[in-house]
């Protein structure tokens, strides 16, 4: 949907189960991965599937534009949001 070079990272492998607090605490990590320009990696991946996503294994330096943050809780506490960082997300 999004095609091979976007790249997909978790912050679980750090936190663990964060319950009704994961969305705020990914979209703090979503807001400092746009203004640092780099993509955290997801910690305990050892072989991604490199042909399904790009999964980084280290911190990857790549400007970001805009990020999806997503949310799967236990008990339904699900969300999706789209952050935009306001000097690089302009409309073309």
Request: glycine share 8%; with cysteine.
């Amino acid at each position: 949907m999004f095609g091979s070079d976007v790249p997909v990272s978790s912050a679980k492998g750090n936190l663990g189960h964060t319950m009704g607090a994961c969305g705020a605490i990914e979209a703090i990590i979503c807001i400092e991965a746009m203004a640092r320009g780099v993509v955290p990696p997801t910690r305990n991946l050892v072989e991604p599937d490199v042909a399904a996503i790009a999964l980084p294994t280290a911190p990857l330096d790549k400007p970001l534009s805009r990020v999806l943050s997503t949310n799967f809780a236990f008990g339904g506490i699900n969300t999706a949001v789209v952050l935009a960082h306001p000097d690089l997300a302009r409309e073309p």
